[in-house]
Structure formats: structure tokens, C-alpha cells
């Protein structure tokens, strides 16, 4: 397509969520559409739809803003086509699904900048999408989802839990995915969820998780998952990755549980014998959130490829987690001070680097800004935008 034509959309779809219930507009005018014009579509979704109306925007946007990185797009859209799977979606849902979102488009953008010629070209631009994710829900000969058992689950803070499971049968995931999952204590309700260590053929699977008091999910995956309960995985997304053949060091900037891809890739670059250079900015507001460390100092006193940089915001733990902080192992690097975007930034553009970030939609924003600040090439940097 071409290049006017992806502005014009672009542009269209950035006047829809600049205002702040923008999205939550938009989202709501999909689905009031769908529902009523596709039968039965209501049932596939939970009864509370804050987190999912908020996570269709974000993909909505994560896809418009990338339309001329036609592989990522498709890629995106393939693996978001076999996650919906899990609900009961079939194909013809998803063209159903292009009609309602063009009609939130239209209803949604404002009157002045909405013409016959834009109509068209977002209907172009639905028309390709919803097929790519058509075809690929059709394709798609994977399980729907995965059964797993609880084997482990550790309270490493009062809001913090490290969860081990094992699977029913090994699910095809990268180190760097995230999964979809859902407990019997929240029947209906999916919350995504980053592995933490790399694939093997047992189908053990970690989960790190972080209580978000705003949370339908969080609250009860940290405070009442028990050992021998059953979960239902979802098919593996994203696409955070090393690209190991194109020759780039490597920059890992994580905050709190967004650790845990980052923690998944350096793991399994651990079992290999050559590998580029990896800077890793771990951060957090206390010493305390830096809740894995120790890990990956482990990690890298045995592989010098490895760099940890502790970024912390206070010096020293809050009243309610009364232990000195952790001193660094000889010849590693002692905590530095500051935001974690900005102190990432201090070292220079890294364009020369292959960039990965993860952390609350909030840290990347400001690290995205402080990096772009600092001169960092945005195609450099990734992240996973649910």
C-alpha cells in the first residue's frame, strides 16, 4: 500500500485515542457492533471486558503505527488469530469482526478529517488484516490451548510470586513469549503472563507475577494460587528475541516482573557457547524490586558476555521489607541511581545495539522517550505491545 495512503490512516487513527476516553470509546463502539451483528459473539467473552476493551486498542494501534513493517504485522496478527482460538472464535468471526471495526473507525473519527476516499482506504487496510487473521486461525493445527498443573508457587514479596507449573504436553514457545492463562479461581478471566525461563521437553513452565490492586486476576494469582491447581495456557505470543545472526550486541532494559523475558533469553543463551554481548538495565524503585538478582549475577560471573546494571530509585528498602540490600559479587556492577530509561540513555544512542524493553506500559513510555532523546534509532527497539 502506499505510503499516503498508510499516513492517512495513521493519522486517522491517532485522532480517535487522542483524548483519554478515546480508546475506551473506540473499543466500545467494536464491540456494541459486533455483538449485536454476529450472533452468539457475546458469549466468547468474559463478563468484564475493562481489560480486554483496553488491550484491543493497544493492538489496534500497535498494528496501525506498523503497517509498513508488513512481516511484524503479519506475524502479530497470526499469533493474535491462534490465541483467539481459546474462546471458540472461528474464521468467519474475524471478518465479521473487520465490519465492526470499521464501523468504530467511522464512528469514532472525527467528522472533519472523515471522507469517502478514507472509508475506502480503511477498508483496504481492515480487508487485509482480518483475512491474514482468518487464514491463519484456519491453518493453525496446535492444541486451542494447553492444561498445566500448579507444582511451586513462592511469595518472594508481599505483592510478588514466582508460580511453577507443568503442562500437559510441552507447548512450542520461544524464550521471550508471553502466554495467555487462566485459574480456576478466576473462570473466564485471562491474564498475560511472560515465561521466565526457556522451553524444555518436560513442559515446566515459571511464571513471574506482580499484584496490581486495580487487578481482576493479579490479586488472586499471588494471593491464592495453591499447589495441584489446574490452568488453561494459551498459545504463545510476541516477539522478543536475540537476533543471533545479525551480528548486534544486545540491550535489555526490564523493570519488576518484566524481567522475566529477558530472564527466559539470557537463560537460554547461558546453554550456548557463543553469543553477543548483552547489557541488561534491571531496575526498580527499591532494592527489593530487584526481586531476582541474585540470579543474574550468578549468571553472569560464569558468562563474561553478560552485563547486569542494577538501576534503583531508593537507596534503601521501605520499612515493610526490613533487610539491608544485596551486595554486589566482586567485579559486578554496583547499583546506579535514577529513572531506568534515563539512566539507560546516559551511555550514549546504543544504535549499534538490538533493543529490547519490558516493564509496565508506563516505564516503556518513558524510556521509549528517554532513549529516542538520547538519538536511539526507534526501529531498533522492541517490545511487546500487550
Same mark, same amino acid.
Given at each position: 500500500?502506499?505510503?499516503?495512503?498508510?499516513?492517512?490512516?495513521?493519522?486517522?487513527?491517532?485522532?480517535?485515542?487522542?483524548?483519554?476516553?478515546?480508546?475506551?470509546? +473506540?473499543?466500545?463502539?467494536?464491540?456494541? $457492533?459486533?455483538?449485536?451483528?454476529?450472533?452468539?459473539?457475546?458469549?466468547?467473552?468474559?463478563?468484564?471486558?475493562?481489560?480486554?476493551?483496553?488491550?484491543f486498542t493497544t493492538a489496534?494501534?500497535?498494528?496501525?503505527?506498523?503497517?509498513?513493517?508488513?512481516?511484524?504485522? =503479519?506475524?502479530?496478527?497470526?499469533?493474535?488469530?491462534?490465541?483467539?482460538?481459546?474462546?471458540?472464535?472461528?474464521?468467519?468471526? +474475524?471478518?465479521?469482526?473487520?465490519?465492526? *471495526?470499521?464501523?468504530?473507525?467511522r464512528e469514532c473519527t472525527?467528522?472533519?478529517?472523515?471522507?469517502?476516499?478514507?472509508?475506502?482506504?480503511?477498508?483496504?487496510? #481492515?480487508?487485509? *488484516?482480518?483475512?491474514?487473521?482468518?487464514?491463519?486461525?484456519?491453518?493453525?493445527?496446535?492444541?486451542?490451548?494447553?492444561?498445566?498443573?500448579?507444582?511451586?508457587?513462592?511469595?518472594?514479596?508481599?505483592?510478588?510470586?514466582?508460580?511453577?507449573? =507443568?503442562?500437559?504436553?510441552? #507447548? &512450542?514457545?520461544?524464550?521471550?513469549?508471553?502466554?495467555?492463562?487462566?485459574?480456576?479461581?478466576?473462570?473466564?478471566?485471562?491474564?498475560y503472563l511472560s515465561a521466565? #525461563? &526457556?522451553?524444555?521437553?518436560?513442559?515446566?513452565?515459571? +511464571?513471574?507475577?506482580?499484584?496490581?490492586?486495580?487487578?481482576?486476576?493479579?490479586?488472586? *494469582?499471588?494471593?491464592?494460587?495453591?499447589?495441584?491447581?489446574?490452568?488453561? #495456557?494459551?498459545?504463545?505470543?510476541?516477539?522478543?528475541?536475540?537476533?543471533?545472526?545479525?551480528?548486534?550486541?544486545?540491550?535489555?532494559?526490564?523493570?519488576?516482573?518484566?524481567?522475566?523475558?529477558?530472564?527466559?533469553?539470557?537463560?537460554?543463551?547461558?546453554?550456548?557457547?557463543?553469543? @553477543?554481548?548483552?547489557? *541488561? +538495565?534491571?531496575?526498580?524503585?527499591? &532494592?527489593?524490586?530487584?526481586?531476582?538478582?541474585?540470579?543474574?549475577?550468578?549468571?553472569?560471573?560464569?558468562?563474561?558476555?553478560?552485563?547486569?546494571?542494577?538501576?534503583?530509585?531508593?537507596?534503601?528498602?521501605?520499612?515493610?521489607?526490613?533487610?539491608? @540490600?544485596? =551486595?554486589?559479587?566482586?567485579?559486578?556492577?554496583? @547499583?546506579?541511581?535514577?529513572?531506568?530509561?534515563?539512566?539507560?540513555?546516559?551511555?550514549?544512542?546504543?544504535?549499534?545495539?538490538?533493543?529490547?524493553?519490558?516493564?509496565?506500559?508506563?516505564?516503556?513510555? $518513558?524510556?521509549?522517550?528517554?532513549?529516542?532523546?538520547?538519538?536511539?534509532?526507534?526501529?531498533?527497539?522492541?517490545?511487546?505491545?500487550?
Amino acid at each position: 500500500m502506499e505510503a499516503f495512503a498508510i499516513a492517512r490512516v495513521q493519522l486517522s487513527f491517532a485522532s480517535i485515542t487522542a483524548t483519554p476516553t478515546g480508546p475506551e470509546r +473506540f473499543a466500545t463502539a467494536f464491540y456494541t $457492533t459486533l455483538w449485536a451483528e454476529a450472533a452468539g459473539t457475546r458469549d466468547l467473552f468474559p463478563a468484564g471486558m475493562e481489560g480486554m476493551r483496553h488491550r484491543f486498542t493497544t493492538a489496534v494501534g500497535w498494528v496501525i503505527n506498523r503497517l509498513t513493517d508488513v512481516d511484524a504485522v =503479519e506475524a502479530f496478527l497470526g499469533q493474535l488469530a491462534r490465541d483467539h482460538r481459546k474462546y471458540g472464535v472461528r474464521p468467519d468471526h +474475524f471478518r465479521a469482526a473487520g465490519h465492526a *471495526l470499521l464501523v468504530a473507525v467511522r464512528e469514532c473519527t472525527p467528522l472533519i478529517l472523515w471522507t469517502a476516499a478514507l472509508e475506502r482506504t480503511w477498508s483496504r487496510v #481492515i480487508g487485509r *488484516l482480518v483475512e491474514a487473521m482468518a487464514v491463519a486461525c484456519e491453518e493453525d493445527d496446535l492444541p486451542a490451548s494447553w492444561g498445566a498443573t500448579v507444582v511451586g508457587h513462592e511469595r518472594v514479596l508481599p505483592d510478588l510470586a514466582i508460580i511453577r507449573l =507443568e503442562t500437559d504436553s510441552p #507447548i &512450542p514457545f520461544h524464550a521471550g513469549q508471553y502466554m495467555s492463562v487462566q485459574i480456576p479461581q478466576r473462570p473466564n478471566m485471562w491474564r498475560y503472563l511472560s515465561a521466565a #525461563i &526457556p522451553p524444555n521437553p518436560h513442559g515446566q513452565i515459571e +511464571f513471574h507475577v506482580r499484584r496490581v490492586s486495580t487487578g481482576w486476576v493479579s490479586p488472586a *494469582l499471588v494471593g491464592e494460587v495453591s499447589v495441584g491447581d489446574r490452568w488453561t #495456557i494459551g498459545p504463545p505470543l510476541g516477539g522478543l528475541a536475540v537476533d543471533l545472526e545479525s551480528g548486534q550486541d544486545a540491550l535489555m532494559i526490564a523493570s519488576g516482573t518484566g524481567l522475566a523475558p529477558m530472564r527466559a533469553q539470557i537463560m537460554e543463551m547461558a546453554m550456548r557457547g557463543n553469543n @553477543p554481548r548483552v547489557h *541488561l +538495565f534491571y531496575g526498580g524503585q527499591y &532494592p527489593c524490586d530487584l526481586y531476582d538478582l541474585e540470579t543474574l549475577w550468578h549468571i553472569a560471573m560464569t558468562n563474561p558476555w553478560l552485563t547486569i546494571v542494577p538501576v534503583i530509585e531508593q537507596p534503601e528498602n521501605p520499612w515493610w521489607h526490613p533487610f539491608p @540490600p544485596k =551486595e554486589a559479587p566482586p567485579g559486578l556492577n554496583r @547499583p546506579m541511581y535514577g529513572k531506568l530509561g534515563k539512566v539507560a540513555a546516559q551511555f550514549g544512542t546504543w544504535a549499534d545495539r538490538q533493543i529490547q524493553i519490558a516493564g509496565s506500559p508506563s516505564m516503556i513510555r $518513558t524510556t521509549l522517550y528517554a532513549l529516542s532523546a538520547a538519538g536511539t534509532p526507534r526501529q531498533n527497539i522492541r517490545f511487546d505491545p500487550l
